[in-house]
Nanobody, 125 residues
Framework: QLVESGGGLVEPGGSLRLSCAVS????????IGWFRQAPGKEREFVAA????????LYQDSVKGRFTISRVNALNTVYLQMNSLKVEDTAVYSC????????????????????WGQGTQVTVST
């Protein structure tokens, strides 16, 4: 089970930290990804982190503004979002992908087998 939290309404330029709490699986066997979907648009990749955090991937539009991290002892992945823009408005979901490779990550949503329900992030004045 994956449960996201931390979404909300923020003004442009503001910050939010999303959390993804994972239960029911061996957390350190899973790479975790964050994806988002805005109204009328397809789901898109945001960021991903490997099993023990040694490798991260970001969508170009969030590089330098978002940071993904994980604390395996807490079974939790975070997405720190700074300098938020109106175009970051979307439902953000985390997803888990089993892998036997420490450095393995993926940007493809089809490669993730477990998904959370999502949390709404709205950036607006």
């Amino acid at each position: 089970q994956l449960v996201e939290s931390g979404g909300g309404l923020v003004e442009p330029g503001g910050s939010l930290r999303l959390s993804c709490a994972v239960s029911g699986v061996s957390f350190d066997k899973y790479a975790i990804g964050w994806f988002r979907q805005a109204p009328g648009k397809e789901r898109e990749f945001v960021a991903a982190i490997s099993r023990i955090g040694g490798r991260t991937l970001y969508q170009d539009s969030v590089k330098g503004r978002f940071t993904i991290s994980r604390v395996n002892a807490l079974n939790t992945v975070y997405l720190q979002m700074n300098s938020l823009k109106v175009e970051d408005t979307a439902v953000y979901s985390c997803a888990a992908r089993w892998t036997n490779l420490y450095s393995d990550t993926s940007t493809a949503p089809t490669e993730y087998g477990y998904w959370g329900q999502g949390t709404q992030v709205t950036v607006s004045t």
